[in-house]
């Protein structure tokens, strides 16, 4: 089975045997490939009981609940990582499911479509309509995506907020894009961050 | 079929014990009335335990002696069943405390040569468990595959794992919680002064007498509307009249009688009920639920119950259940997670509220075959 792009790069990055929470998992395909590649021990959380119930039906350890309400107990450093994908722009909250990541994870993965790519642009510059794209389907008022952001964006805050990054990857479809072009140029953008002032080697 | 006389329908064994009891005291002998289905592995590591609720019995996926209806969980149980016998070595048993044939107040004391009655020691949801477990003892099997239950039952398959860390491995917990919530304690006792409110009660000393079914039948109607959803009481039934007995249609008789298909269908259930269950039983397995709660047993910690166990874990609960709603499952699993337990939740939708989880559920059941089958 094929990952997703902005997946395909994570499962290649993460540390095989790790501890994996993935935030959004879906129906649990890149939980089914880390488990099965490279034999991590992964956990799932997933809003929509029919993913939920999809993914456990793969034999995954999936929880039905919500970014925003159910991170809170999971105990810190508790996984090697958390990995939000494509999930980001949709919270109420990002900055506190952030905080949740790094907290519970030690590294984390972040995923998001990256609202500054030059289709977006051009659609709200020469049409002045809300983006409708390949990679954004939904219009404005059934999108689940209420917290746009760029590239751009993402990496002030976490220079703001003193976050690490240990990896970068930008997609352009399923194609790697330049990092110096990338705001202008990638759909998605997939992010590997840890804490300042944690150790960058795995202990887990 | 297997030759082995402790395999198969409508088993019985006397256990010499003693079953040392969270009330203290102990009970001895022990017996447990139970069934088995499917064959046992030659190195016994094929065992499911389906643990059964407060007014069910051990005939999981087998006709009912005394009612003649089919197997209370016989979508679940079966050969190509989510718990599949073809695969699995399934064991049900009666609780003690029961009246199906394991130990409870209806049994007879050894010491007076007479029923138990009041005499018979208030057990927990723990003290079932531990007589499951000298069952399993009995039948040669140190680890179970799977343990799997819901409400009362759900309780004893959480109970298992913190109880027995190394036996288990695997937990399915349906439409159950970890503990009872001051209104499930109150819907409790009104059945139980519904109960010892009938003269015909005496105490609990009614047998070879007339038992206190008036009493009964109301605790069993109080509870069953628990175990309903108002939308599905108002689907099936609405506000429509009873067809009276000289043919009038949806007429109010200005009386008591059941002018409502909602009275009439409860006093059916409490009538039915009667039949098949013992009154001193209820008192005693509503009181074991009432007692249940896991965190307590465990430091007021409900994480703590958890973190001995290396058992994977799933639950389910459903959307309209307000006897035990999601939340109650949302405290275990927000647990679990603290515990560091592999734990899998999901809450369905369905319109039949708590007893949901008895009836045909395609997804319930997709999703049990899905973690029975995620052994890894």
């Not at chain 2, 609960?317 to 939740?345: M, Q």
Request: net charge negative; glycine share 10%.
């Amino acid at each position: 089975m094929t990952l997703r792009p902005d997946l395909a790069i994570i499962a290649d990055h993460v540390e095989p045997g790790s501890r994996v929470l993935d935030i959004g998992c879906g129906d649990g395909a890149l939980m089914a490939a880390l488990r099965d590649r490279r034999g991590v021990d992964a956990r799932g959380l997933e809003i929509d009981a029919g993913n939920v119930a999809a993914a456990m039906a793969r034999g995954l350890s999936v929880i039905q609940g919500d970014a925003d309400t159910d991170l809170a107990g999971y105990p810190d450093d508790s996984f090697d990582y958390a990995i939000l994908s494509q999930t980001l722009q949709t919270t109420p909250a990002p900055d506190l499911v952030l905080d949740n990541l790094l907290r519970i994870g030690r590294r984390a993965f972040v995923s998001f479509p990256n609202f500054a790519q030059w289709r977006v642009r051009l659609s709200l510059l020469w049409g002045g309509r809300m983006p409708v794209t390949r990679q954004l389907p939904e219009r404005w008022y059934d999108t689940p995506n209420i917290h746009h952001l760029t590239i751009d964006d993402f990496r002030e805050y976490l220079k703001h907020r003193g976050i690490v990054v240990e990896g970068s990857w930008f997609l352009s479809g399923d194609k790697r894009t330049a990092d110096a072009l990338a705001n202008l140029l990638a759909q998605h953008a997939v992010f590997l961050l840890r804490r300042a002032g944690t150790n960058d080697r795995l202990s887990g | 079929m297997s030759h082995d006389q402790r395999h198969g329908l409508a088993r019985h064994i006397s256990l010499p014990g003693p079953l040392p009891l969270d009330g203290g005291g102990s009970l001895s002998p022990v017996d447990i009335a139970y069934e088995t289905y499917g064959t046992l592995a030659p190195d016994a590591g094929n065992a499911v335990l389906v643990c059964h609720a407060l007014t069910m019995d051990q005939y999981v996926a087998s006709d009912h002696p005394r009612t003649g209806k089919p197997g209370w969980w016989r979508k679940m149980v079966g050969p190509g069943c989510p718990i599949d016998t073809d695969r699995y070595f399934v064991i049900c048993s009666n609780v003690i405390g029961s009246c199906m044939g394991s130990s409870g107040p209806a049994s007879i004391d050894p010491a007076s040569a007479k029923p138990y009655a009041m005499t018979f020691p208030v057990i927990t949801i723990r003290d079932m468990v531990r007589a499951q477990a000298m069952l399993l003892d009995h039948l040669g099997i140190q680890r179970l595959k799977a343990v799997i239950g819901g409400s009362m039952g759900g309780m004893q398959a959480l109970s298992w794992p913190a109880t027995f860390p190394d036996r288990v491995e695997a937990a399915i917990v349906i439409a159950s919680t970890a503990r009872h919530t001051a209104q499930n304690i109150a819907f409790h006792e009104v059945g139980r002064q519904a109960v010892m409110a009938d003269p015909r009660w005496q105490a609990g000393d009614y047998y070879g007498g007339e038992a206190p079914s008036a009493g009964l039948a109301v605790a069993r109607m109080a509870a069953h509307i628990t175990y309903l959803s108002e939308a599905g009481l108002t689907e099936k039934f609405g506000r429509r009249l009873q067809a009276r007995a000289d043919g009038a249609k949806g007429a109010k008789s200005f009386g008591f009688d059941a002018d409502f298909q909602v009275e009439s269908y409860l006093r059916h259930q409490g009538l039915s009920f009667v039949d098949r269950f013992d009154a001193n039983s209820y008192l005693y397995i509503t009181r074991a639920m009432d007692y249940f709660d896991l965190a307590e047993e465990h430091g007021g910690l409900l994480a703590n119950a958890f973190r001995a166990t290396g058992a994977r874990f799933c639950l389910v609960s459903f959307d309209t259940d307000w006897l035990y709603p999601t939340s109650e499952s949302r405290t275990i699993v927000h647990a679990l997670n603290a515990a560091g337990a592999r734990a899998s939740f999901v809450e369905l939708s369905s319109p039949y509220g708590h007893d949901a989880f008895l009836l045909d559920a395609p997804e319930m059941n997709r999703i049990v075959a899905g973690f029975m089958g995620g052994e890894r």
